[in-house]
């Protein structure tokens, strides 16, 4: 880490906590940003599994046994 994000970051810790908060959010915030390509992909993915689950060639487990091996219920 740098000086300067150290020094932030001390700057940062003084900070009462729901102002913390905030700046935590925003910064992640600011890293999660959208990609395209990424999203393209990944509804190609869930609309090619849904078209298995329709044909009936995708294996699926119901929610409530997946808990229940898990040990939690829901």
Known sequence: MSTTA???L???LRLPSLERAALIEGLIASLDR????LDAL??????????????GKL??????EVFAALGHGI
């Open 10 to 12: 001390r700057d940062a």
């Open 42 to 55: 990944w509804l190609k993915e869930a609309e090619h599994r849904m078209t298995l689950y329709r044909e």
């Open 59 to 64: 294996a699926v487990i119901d929610a409530d």
């Open 34 to 37: 959208p990609d395209p390509e």
């Open 6 to 8: 150290k020094d932030m």
